[in-house]
């Protein structure tokens, strides 16, 4: 595999790792397999709520071999500073974080405007954002009602599982 693909397959487990709902996954990328399971039984699982991965790839002159990897780690955001103001936000602000691992899009397409700008009234069921994962988009919505305050990330910004990405002042 080339970096590029590694890279990819490492976005893919962080996403993974974020993703309560996915209980069972399965990749294939040339000769290596990768199966991840999230095991209720292991004590790692109960513990830490992290998925237990393994990883099958063949040996060179033998047959596939399994070996349990090491889970995958919640990665550890390091805030920015217009972000670390955030840490404790008011009792009427609400923080909007990134639910995975991704690329920050402020509007739907290159060029179009942005789907919220500070100022803006927002509903529970407003998208604020996108967050791109391997090709996939995922619209964030508000999930409250109030009305934008900050956006903490620029357009086109990577942005890690739980970062800040904008403040809504509550009615």
Request: hydrophobic share 50%; proline share 6%; charged share 20%.
């Amino acid at each position: 595999m080339d970096n590029e693909a590694i890279k990819e397959v490492n976005a893919i487990l962080k996403w993974i790792n974020v993703a309560e709902d996915v209980k069972d996954f399965y990749l294939k990328v040339g000769e290596v397999e990768i199966s991840l399971s999230r095991n209720e039984n292991s004590a790692l699982f109960a513990d830490s709520k992290v998925a237990k991965t393994s990883v099958a790839a063949p040996l060179p002159a033998a047959p596939a071999h399994h070996a349990v990897a090491p889970a995958v780690q919640p990665v550890v955001q390091v805030p920015t500073a217009a972000a670390a103001a955030y840490d404790q936000p008011a009792e009427n602000e609400v923080v909007i974080t990134a639910p995975m691992v991704g690329t920050f899009y402020a509007a739907s397409k290159p060029g179009a405007p942005a789907f919220v700008k500070v100022g803006d009234r927002v509903k529970e069921d407003t998208v604020v954002c996108i967050v791109e994962v391997m090709k996939l988009m995922n619209n964030i919505e508000a999930k409250v009602e109030g009305v934008v305050t900050k956006i903490l990330v620029d357009n086109e910004q990577a942005v890690e599982y739980g970062q800040p990405l904008l403040i809504i002042k509550t009615n």
